[in-house]
């Protein structure tokens, strides 16, 4: 069946780096669309970065931009989340998703994704990230 499992979350200190990892299983990844969703208890789940899977053009949050690189292996269907500079309000639960042919852009996706998390076919349970000294 469809599948995402993430990992690599955990605590770290303000100004330190975690990488996530997702494996992706039961689907044809490479014609997938991927993105890094998160949220924090209390506040609303942001898209934090898409990647197209035709054009590779990719989506940053504007929270996350110029801090965050997102990145995926087709060969052996991996998306990375590489978080530098981390801040406490990026403590929050990531998941990983996947979408196909619904959002014409990666923005749409991300956006779109974190309204309604249902209209993404494939979502990971997550993993806690948190930042704290």
């Known amino acids: 069946q469809v599948q995402l499992v993430e990992s690599g979350g955990g605590l770290v200190q303000p100004g330190g780096s975690l990488r996530l990892s997702c494996s992706a299983s039961g689907f044809t990844f490479d014609s997938y669309a991927i993105g890094w969703f998160r949220q924090a208890p209390g506040k609303e789940r942001e898209g934090v970065t898409c990647?197209?899977?035709?054009?590779?053009?990719?989506y940053y949050a504007d929270s996350v931009k110029d801090r965050f690189t997102i990145s995926r292996d087709n060969a052996n269907n991996m998306v990375y989340l590489q978080m530098n500079s981390l801040k406490p309000e990026d403590t929050a639960v990531y998941h990983c998703?996947?979408?196909?042919?619904?959002?014409?852009?990666?923005?749409?996706?991300?956006?779109?994704?974190?309204?309604?998390?249902?209209?993404?076919?494939?979502w990971g349970q997550g993993t806690l990230v948190t930042v704290s000294s």
């Open positions: 990647f197209s899977d035709t054009d590779g053009d990719i």
């Open positions: 998703a996947a979408s196909k042919g619904l959002f014409s852009t990666v923005s749409d996706m991300c956006i779109g994704g974190a309204v309604g998390s249902q209209l993404l076919d494939a």
